[in-house]
């Protein structure tokens, strides 16, 4: 169950004297919990209708802690669920007319959450449009197009992208920051796909099997060992960096 969030972006003295506070005031607030939000983005979310900000007669912008809270909400359910903006939008309306609301729950068959360090769970609940995963991460268009260009991820068959790739995305922009740009990503793109073809070969005769509890049983081999890959790796690259600074 879920309700308006009183932690995070949304906890703090800004504000709460019910004074009204300036795009790049809620900006400075969000990013102690979301590093990647901009200006843009804010302006994004206000465009689907997500926020209200008030406006002087000179047109600038300006937030109420209630605004500041709402943002928060919205770019928490974003990354942490994946949710497509008309779902949240359905959340907030709801909490506005005080009915508690609920986070979807797993798909039938579907693996919770992963701790830190193991592979997402396969298949995604939700999938966005372009513009979506471009709120979602805080992007402009022409980064993704980067993105895309040197073959990290990309659409699905319907143009839209599935949750595993938001998480990429988000990933990427992170790693952005640190100047870890997209052509240095390629080879880590590489190797994730080896490790899926090793996947493949390992579960494909299970694929094959007429039985369906056999192909119940690859689908939960292949995120086992894809699992165990990824925390390899993760050990592999501590590991590796140990030694260098020993």
Same mark, same amino acid.
């Given at each position: 169950?879920?309700?308006?969030?009183?932690?995070?972006?949304?906890?703090?003295?800004?504000?709460?004297?019910?004074?009204?506070?300036?795009?790049?005031?809620?900006?400075?607030?969000?990013?102690?919990?979301?590093?990647?939000?901009?200006?843009?983005?804010?302006?994004?979310?206000?465009?689907?209708?997500?926020?209200?900000?008030?406006?002087?007669?000179?047109g600038?912008?300006?937030?109420?802690?209630?605004?500041?809270?709402?943002?928060?909400?919205?770019?928490?359910?974003?990354?942490?669920?994946?949710?497509?903006?008309?779902?949240?939008?359905?959340?907030?309306?709801?909490?506005?007319?005080?009915?508690?609301?609920?986070?979807?729950?797993?798909?039938?068959?579907?693996?919770?959450?992963?701790?830190?360090?193991?592979?997402?769970?396969?298949?995604?609940?939700?999938?966005?449009?372009?513009?979506?995963?471009?709120?979602?991460?805080?992007?402009?268009e022409?980064?993704?197009?980067?993105?895309?260009?040197?073959?990290l991820?990309?659409?699905?068959?319907?143009?839209?992208? &599935?949750?595993? #790739?938001?998480? =990429?995305? !988000?990933? @990427? $922009?992170? /790693?952005? %920051?640190?100047?870890?740009?997209?052509?240095?990503?390629?080879?880590?793109?590489?190797?994730? &796909?080896?490790? #899926?073809?090793? =996947?493949? !070969?390992? @579960? $494909?005769? /299970?694929? %094959?099997?007429?039985?369906?509890?056999?192909?119940?049983?690859?689908?939960?081999?292949?995120?086992?060992?894809?699992?165990?890959?990824?925390?390899?790796?993760? $050990?592999?690259?501590?590991?590796?960096?140990?030694?260098?600074?020993?």
């Open positions: 169950m879920l309700r308006t969030p009183s932690g995070g972006a949304g906890n703090g003295t800004a504000a709460a004297d019910g004074s009204l506070l300036s795009i790049g005031a809620v900006l400075n607030l969000l990013r102690d919990e979301f590093p990647e939000v901009t200006v843009s983005k804010i302006r994004f979310l206000e465009t689907e209708g997500l926020v209200e900000p008030r406006r002087t007669p000179s600038y912008r300006k937030f109420s802690q209630k605004d500041l809270e709402r943002l928060g909400y919205v770019l928490r359910m974003q990354r942490d669920h994946y949710m497509p903006l008309k779902v949240i939008r359905e959340h907030l309306d709801a909490l506005d007319r005080g009915e508690p609301v609920r986070l979807p729950a797993p798909a039938p068959g579907e693996p919770q959450e992963p701790a830190d360090g193991e592979c997402p769970p396969a298949g995604a609940v939700y999938r966005v449009g372009r513009e979506e995963l471009l709120a979602a991460v805080g992007v402009g022409a980064e993704l197009e980067e993105w895309e260009s040197y073959g991820f990309g659409p699905g068959p319907d143009g839209r992208y &599935d949750s595993d #790739v938001v998480k =990429v995305a !988000q990933l @990427v $922009a992170e /790693l952005g %920051r640190f100047g870890i740009g997209p052509r240095h990503l390629r080879a880590v793109k590489a190797a994730a &796909d080896r490790e #899926v073809g090793l =996947v493949e !070969q390992v @579960v $494909a005769p /299970l694929r %094959r099997h007429r039985n369906p509890q056999t192909r119940a049983h690859a689908e939960a081999t292949a995120r086992e060992i894809a699992a165990l890959s990824t925390r390899l790796h993760a $050990a592999l690259v501590r590991a590796g960096l140990r030694m260098r600074t020993a």
